[in-house]
């Protein structure tokens, strides 16, 4: 599994991957921030779509797919409580990225085992930092994907809306060392009614206000990603239309 803070790369020129696509296909670039799991090659969020693929030309389009067992299991060395956390939310995101229409846990927790599960069963089996994680994506459920783009490579993440166009929320993985200063822009525009942020970032034992400022002359939103951290941001405005698309 990747690791969630490599060294600091030029994020322009980072080499994408190639992973082998299936008989008669050409290789698909793997883009270089993509959580990778083992030593497949590719994400879940690129796996679902080859079985996807495979259902529909089986003749089964509408075929529901659920990862029944995800989790870290014992082998992930080297990270410290906060970090694996880190860790499941970007896995987390990926599935969300991915649309799986069911995804359940494994590591709910293990015996004398503290940082890779959701409770530490070391210190009276409370929660670790992905339940925040969990809190913030799940906010994420049922609504629609947005279209939206990032130009930094270790940025990165999604959009969606609600149903009744009221909200766009963007989630976002800064796996930098340090923090990062964002510009966002909707398309099309709308009069914006308010932005509100939460942040997931160490030590992890609560979410943190994410200040997120609107800039009158240019029509975007502006905000400061702490390091090796994960955000929500909602944008209550006109804006959240099918059709949409967020670039941060």
Known sequence: RRHPHPPEPDPVRAPAKQRQGAPGESPIPHPEHLLVVGDRGYAYSEHIDRLRRAARQAGFPNLMFANNEWGLGQKLQGFDKFMASLVMVEFLQDLCLGNYDMAC??????????????????????????????????????????KSSTTDPLVYGFACRDEQGEQIQLFLLN???????????????????????????????????QPVTFDNDTNQFQSTLPPRSYSRIRFL????????????
Request: net charge negative; glycine share 8%.
């Open 105 to 146: 846990l494994w590591n709910t927790q293990w015996p004398r085992v503290r940082d890779k599960h959701l409770l530490d069963s070391t210190d009276g089996y409370k929660l670790n930092p992905i339940a925040q994680g969990f809190e913030l994506l799940s906010t994420a459920l049922g609504q629609s994907m947005v």
């Open 237 to 248: 405005c006109d804006c959240a239309k099918a059709g949409s698309s967020v670039v941060s």
């Open 175 to 209: 796996k930098y060392n340090e923090p990062r200063d964002i510009v966002i822009s909707i398309d099309p525009f709308g009069q914006p009614l308010k932005a509100t942020g939460s942040v997931l970032q160490s030590p992890g034992d609560r979410l943190q206000d």
